[in-house]
Nanobody, 115 residues
Framework: QVQLVESGGGLVQPGGSLRLSCEAS????????MGWYRQAPGKERELVAA???????NYADSVKGRFTISRDNAKNTVYLQMNSLQPEDTAVYYC?????????WGQGTQVTVSS
């Protein structure tokens, strides 16, 4: 089992920044990919950013150049730095971890971009 605990969501004005954190515990040595999805009201969950272990990160086109995913292996934590936030970024953000045989999800953290 892998447990994921997210933090860092909140309310921010357009153009502002937030950093999300996701700490993993459990059988973390089996994790091959960590990343973030988001789900806005009335929409399907979509991939925001993914970081394969030893591989190339990838981003949704809508966040390229504004969001950065990073990973601190010593802390078993993955981060999502979000800059130049816009109202369309409003969503619940979910951290995920993929072991190759199963995906694990965090509880979600709300990000609201509004003036």
């Amino acid at each position: 089992q892998v447990q994921l605990v997210e933090s860092g969501g909140g309310l921010v004005q357009p153009g502002g920044s937030l950093r999300l954190s996701c700490e993993a515990s459990g059988i973390i040595f089996r994790i091959s990919v960590m990343g973030w999805y988001r789900q806005a009201p009335g929409k399907e969950r979509e991939l925001v950013a993914a970081m394969p272990l030893g591989g190339r990160t990838n981003y949704a086109d809508s966040v390229k150049g504004r969001f950065t995913i990073s990973r601190d292996n010593a802390k078993n934590t993955v981060y999502l730095q979000m800059n130049s936030l816009q109202p369309e970024d409003t969503a619940v953000y979910y951290c995920y971890a993929d072991t190759g045989s199963r995906q694990y999800w965090g509880q979600g953290t709300q990000v609201t971009v509004s003036s």
